[in-house]
Structures are given as structure tokens and as C-alpha cells.
């Protein structure tokens, strides 16, 4: 008997970047949209904003993201 597939979903959140983000070179300016993600953890929800900030996704919330975590 075959067991149901499960779909796994990534743990996802509202899209945010920090206010700090401003302070660092335009080309490391990243936001975050994966609850697993470290960096996007550490930032505090007062220092959050949400939305892209027209940054480009963080590189941890990308590749948790492309595996589904």
C-alpha cells in the first residue's frame, strides 16, 4: 500500500529586511522571507521592516528555501 505524499512546505514569513541593512555596501543588502533562516532570526522584530527594500533575497533563506526547509 503506498503512503500518502506529504507536501513539505518551507516555513515561511512575511518578507522583511532590517533597518540595518542601509549601513552595509549596496551589494550585501539582502532581505529574508525563511523562518529557518539564522541571520534573519537574529534581527530583532523592532529592527524589521517588512518588505523586500528592494534587496535580493538572502542567500541562507535561498537555499533553505530550494530545499524546502
Known amino acids: 500500500m503506498d503512503q ?3 507536501e513539505q ?3 515561511k514569513v512575511t518578507t522583511f529586511y532590517s ?3 542601509i549601513d552595509k555596501p549596496v551589494s550585501r543588502r539582502v532581505h529574508h522571507n525563511n523562518s529557518a533562516c539564522p541571520p534573519g532570526r537574529d ?19 535561498d537555499n533553505l528555501n530550494n530545499q524546502g526547509r
Request: proline share 11%.
Open 19 to 21: 533597518v540595518n541593512e
Open 9 to 11: 512546505q518551507m516555513p
Open 4 to 6: 500518502p505524499i506529504r
Open 43 to 61: 534581527i530583532p522584530q523592532n529592527e524589521r521592516r517588512q518588505g523586500t527594500g528592494n534587496y535580493r533575497l538572502c542567500l541562507d533563506c
